[in-house]
């Protein structure tokens, strides 16, 4: 098959019913990310903070990234890295990252739970401080505090915004998920980021990107990623959303977008304001006034001091 430049395909787009040469399907994804961000953000003087775990979706997102602000004056990209301390799988993700960011020229910032909050994941998962602190899976007390952690130090080098690379199936299954369980708080909370000082807005540029699409993308720009899931993930519930998405997508083909477009519509229906307050003890925007990582600390510090 021929792609309309006239060169040889090497990918059938069903959802668009177009074949695609390796060329034009680079550049497809690129005007993809490109449209997500606008004018608005990729402009002069704009700092990015770009968190990669060393997964095809960040690594992806942090050579787009690197390739759509190439030529803006001004422009400057900072990789944050988390480590949680998880032995064995992060090692791995880090080796990739750190020859990544050599090769792409990308500055990097290697942040660490166990320097962060005197514990690394495995500590804490070992000493059964999850249970202590009523937290059922790891993934709920690492996905916090990483978050946490990503924003106090986008925050600290001056970002103006952090870009995380969640891609559409991510946002679907997300979305899918929350409706199905009835999660309205999720439901709005999922779509609509906090605003204002102390927190740095968030931007999701493979939002418009299926999954296949990313994996496609880093093969083709020979981008070497972590395939292996983190060892503490229970993607149970997770991945039996993504085998519905599949069976949908497989049925009618672009149902992924429709998904997206659909809730995107509904947000604009739920205009519900919370009141932001900020955290005493380290300004973190926040419901309560402590907020959820400073109160595990403090549990964590208790804890410790009994033992
Ligand atoms: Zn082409
Ligand atoms: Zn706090």
Redesign the pocket.
């Known amino acids: 098959m021929i792609?309309?430049?006239?060169?040889e395909?090497f990918y059938y787009q069903r959802y668009s019913n177009k074949y695609?040469?390796?060329?034009?399907?680079k550049k497809d994804i690129e005007r993809r990310a490109k449209k997500v961000l606008g004018k608005d953000i990729i402009r002069n003087n704009v700092k990015i903070g770009i968190g990669i775990s060393g997964g095809k979706d960040s690594l992806v997102m942090a050579c787009i990234l690197k390739k759509l602000f190439k030529h803006i004056p001004n422009a400057k990209l900072i990789c944050f890295f988390v480590d949680e301390g998880i032995k064995g799988f992060r090692e791995k993700a880090k080796e990739y990252i750190k020859e990544f960011c050599e090769e792409q020229g990308l500055e990097l910032k290697i942040i660490k739970f166990e320097d962060e909050i005197g514990y690394t994941l495995d500590e804490i998962v070992k000493n059964d401080y999850l249970s202590e602190l009523n937290i059922g899976r790891p993934c709920s007390f690492c996905g916090v505090v990483r978050r946490y952690l990503l924003n106090k130090h986008a925050l600290k080098e001056g970002c103006d915004y952090l870009a995380i690379g969640h891609n559409l199936d991510d946002f679907c299954q997300t979305i899918l998920m929350n409706y199905v369980e009835g999660n309205v708080k999720n439901i709005i909370q999922f779509g609509k980021e906090f605003e204002g000082e102390g927190f740095v807005k968030r931007i999701k540029p493979l939002k418009l990107i299926p999954e296949d699409e990313v994996r496609l993308y880093a093969d083709i720009n020979n981008i070497k990623y972590q395939k292996e899931p983190c060892p503490y993930s229970s993607l149970s519930y997770r991945h039996r959303m993504k085998k519905v998405i599949k069976v949908l997508e497989e049925d009618k083909p672009g149902v992924k977008f429709s998904i997206l477009r659909g809730y995107e519509k509904l947000l604009k229906y739920m205009d519900v304001k919370e009141e932001v307050k900020r955290c005493e003890i380290c300004g973190f925007p926040c419901s309560g006034n402590i907020c959820k990582v400073c109160s595990w600390l403090i549990k964590l510090k208790e804890i410790s001091k009994s033992e």
């Open positions: 792609c309309s430049c006239g060169n395909a695609l040469c390796k060329e034009c399907f």
